[in-house]
């Protein structure tokens, strides 16, 4: 494109609180997502566009910095930029997979920080001072009128704030009323179960994947389709192909349960089309899109959802801590009512005090601070975790390289029973878990995954992974 | 009896922390419904009683006193007194209800505090300062462990506290083990139906009685079966002719929800002899059982559960607030496995804040002393209520005399539409209840519900009276 394809685009504010080049790169995005560009079409190069806004040239550099490296656009040299042609689905070939009988234990959630734990943030710097006079203020303000049965979606400062944050810092444009409160993703999943589903409708969830997303469909009686994660992620054609009529799928878009990989933007389209035309609904659960260390968080699958058929799930478990209990769902417009009534049905609300302090925690700002703080110390800390275990373990594993979550894959070199070796790592009080047990496939290669997010240093990684080493 | 069946009475523990008239009538309890002593057999009288114990007349007065209140036994003058021949259950006779499709509203629980506002506590006097107190200290005390996932079923020391106060104060014993941590009624009935039932099972409810229990029961696709209630509480036989193969039954035996009639003791054993034959469950939902004025509270129906078939839900909405969103329940020794399967495949237990200020509350003694306060305080303005509606309202209503429970029913003499004037008396910001919308059978005696726990005085009832009277 030159002018004529920019005029498209909606212009720039300068007052907006977006930077100019997340304003550009929202821009196209959208502009790709409702078909005003299309795959294949060119877009000015960097230098081009340059000088038709005025701007830095860095600006329309990390704009098509991110564009490119979520998959949207790509250099072609000579024939300059143009929007990826591989935004349409490919057909990978997959096998049909029978759904496993055999429930994955909770064991993976102790009440008990162990190394390599996955699913817990990191503890130690939690601000807890902070956290504690939030706590204290919010008990002595304590009136009747707080005292009462709480609004069941949730307290209204707390709704806000969570969509407040949503737009800035995952894209999504919702109002409170869209946000309800739920007490975990197990709640969430149900929540949307109950309003959305009967027994017997057919849900995709991926292969491998977090355990207790295929374990809840089963024990309410719907009919999971296990369908398999390659490196972009969802391979949504399997889907289409294994169950075509499926009501509903539930996927990990930013960072892959467990594989941390990220659904590209063809898979992405392709599955809202899916969803658009099949009249389907996407559980999108972003349990950690903030922790991504390549490059600015991905904006939420969500954001990209016209036709109201992504639910968002959310939850405080990863950005704040475990037992708080508080996750939330954000529902297209249209099924308020439904999830309203839904809500009222199955639950009484979360409790005010809880919901207060977090209100406070987002309205002060410290939310914010803390998942920066906690998105450059992850940083940190992988590397560590990742240079420690290397320098220990060498040939035997190999690190997959992944672009954020909260935990490595180490493939375990020879074909290692990845069970067998958790086993006993658990013996010796170190607590990975094994990808086979995160699979339906049997097949899959055998990989440890660890979490780093509570290992401080090198040092550490190195002498867990003298831990490890002998039981090898 | 004389001796001889004295005999097959335990000796009573000087050392217990029971007073002797409570040991005693445990006793004679505990002997009739273990079938030591049946229907019709004579006991001992007062007096002879008091000379075998060598204890002081007033003891065995008071003992003999609450057996006659509860029904055990009778006071036949020549004849002595003997174990109440009554204790069979008769057969009522009483029509099939279908079930309501219509959904009761939660209108009933707006976030707000409106005089008469059923399932409210006195808000005004719950002891706020030490409550703040016990928050601050909790929030601050808050380590790194206490932020993982909390244990699913509950904070040991909360599933501690509340077993030994449901062994003190509503006779249930029980290990921590058997006592489970939800977010209010909803989420202890589905996690029940979760556990034990499954979709289609045909399950009792009281007629008229709380809506969102048989609503939950059709959402969650169970069978409701409308049992009707009269002045001994559920009529088991009816029951048993509507659905003798009910897998479980639903009651409130300690003051029915909402006629406050308390389940007679024939009822209780029938209904306990049928859910050992039928290996069915019963839920005994206690929601208030410690408010009870006429006397001490009853014991659970739960005490007297020798065969593990009553599952007993227990809420601290009452007793301390709705916004905490705590609840309990103790599950039979044998289903404690069963229970800890299911909670944690879809719950991921309550926030550790709240049961920790809770466990604190129930340790350092303010529990126990507050539920006293409440018991007397409300007392006091159940009376209060009673005389400043009777003031105004004189012959238009009939207050039904109950034994205890937070509201009054207040039948409209006239045959007045009870929905009719609700409606009118919430456009006036009076939040009564209309005991037709809490029943199946449209034939119900019309009458209002009034909660007195937030009214203070007879002057306040007064007042509001007479913001009713032009609306009748």
Redesign the interface.
Known sequence: MAAGTLAHLSPLDPKSPEPYYRQIYGRFRNAIASGTLNPGDRIPSARALTQELGLARGTIDAAYGLLAAEGYIQARGQAGTMVSPSLRPRMPVAREQPVAATPYT?SF?????LPFQM??PA??V?P?KI??R???R???A?Q?????????PGLPALRAGIAAYLHVSRGIDCAPSQVFLT?????TL?LVA?ALLK?ADRVWFENPGYP?TR??LA?M?LAGVAVPVDAEGLVVAEGLRLAPKARAAVVTPAHQSPLCVSLSLPRRLALLDWARRNQSWIVEDDYDGEYRYASRPLPALKSLDRDGRVIYAGTF?KVL??????AYLVVPEAQVERFERTQ???????????QA?VADFIAEGHFARHIQRMRRLYAERRDATRIGLERVLGAKVRIDEQPGGMHLILRLQGRRSDRRLVARMREEGLFAEALSDWAVDRDIAPALMVAFTNIDSTATAERLARRILPLM
């Open positions: 909770p959630r102790p009440d008990s920080i699913g817990l503890l130690d939690f807890r956290w504690a939030l706590g204290a919010a008990a002595r304590m009747p009128i707080d005292m009462t049965h709480p609004a069941v007490s975990g993703y197990r709640h149900e109950q027994p207790p374990e809840l024990a009686r478990s801590f475990p037992s708080l209990r508080l009222a049905m199955f639950a009484g609300g979360s409790p005010q005090l809880t302090i």
